[in-house]
């Protein structure tokens, strides 16, 4: 089975810090995934990787930043933590499609269990 | 990616079949269907997912219409384990999951 472990379940910290939210993978995916949850809002993406020291942008990165220095560790970096950036964090995984033992087709994200971030 | 609508919440019996419907009908020929569920505090769990034909795995079966234009997730005999939020999401590549609100699913004693 996928595990992805998140490194804190709850967090809290004060306005203005600077925040780390670590990911790690153990399945070797080559891609993985920053999500916020918010009620009503369902997920958004802030930032995924696909490959080591590569990153795109999702529908809300403002705020945010990443680093993937190795294959399974994917880290989000809150800058300067504010008290709107309060939310769940959710990480994800996913094998690349084509991949020798990938399966074809489409495959599915992997989630953590989330860290839920309360800035004060 | 085609959006999804879902009840927003069902009722099902302790050991009876729970038949969740979503409806995304301007699903496109490239976009597969994928069904995941989320218990309080905890991450989005994978079920299951598919492209045009019906699929079982240990979790659910998925049924998808001719028409691809709707699907419905059983679960075959649903627990007290079993009240999630359930979400059906369609996406071509798999990069952007796009999770709505949902059905919140209530299995009954």
């Known amino acids: 089975d996928v595990k992805v472990t998140q490194s804190s379940r709850y967090l809290v910290k004060r306005t203005g810090e600077k925040v780390f939210l670590e990911c790690v993978q153990d399945?070797?995916?080559?891609?993985m995934f920053w999500y916020r949850q918010d009620p009503g809002l369902g997920l958004r993406l802030i930032y995924f990787s696909y490959d080591v020291k590569m990153k795109e942008k999702g529908d809300i990165p403002e705020g945010y930043s990443v680093s993937r220095e190795k294959k399974e560790r994917f880290s989000l970096i809150l800058e300067s933590a504010s008290t709107n950036q309060t939310s769940m964090y959710l990480c994800a995984s996913k094998i690349t499609l084509g991949r020798k033992g990938g399966g074809g087709g489409n495959q599915p994200q992997h989630f953590g269990d989330g860290t839920r971030l309360s800035i004060l | 990616d085609a959006k999804t609508t879902q009840p927003p919440s069902m009722d099902c019996a302790e050991g009876r079949a729970a038949n969740l419907p979503c409806n995304h009908s301007?699903?496109?020929?490239?976009?597969?269907v994928y069904w995941y569920r989320q218990i309080h505090s905890q991450g989005p769990q994978y079920i299951i997912h598919g492209l045009k034909n019906n699929e079982t795995n240990e979790m659910a079966s998925l049924i998808i219409t001719e028409d691809r234009k709707s699907s419905t997730l059983i679960l075959p005999h649903a627990t007290l384990r079993d009240t999630a939020v359930y979400y059906c999401?369609?996406?071509?590549?798999?990069?952007?999951?796009?999770f709505g609100t949902g059905t919140s699913l209530t299995v009954i004693p």
């Open positions: 999401i369609v996406t071509d590549t798999g990069n952007q999951f796009y």
């Open positions: 399945m070797d995916h080559e891609n």
């Open positions: 301007t699903i496109s020929g490239n976009e597969y």
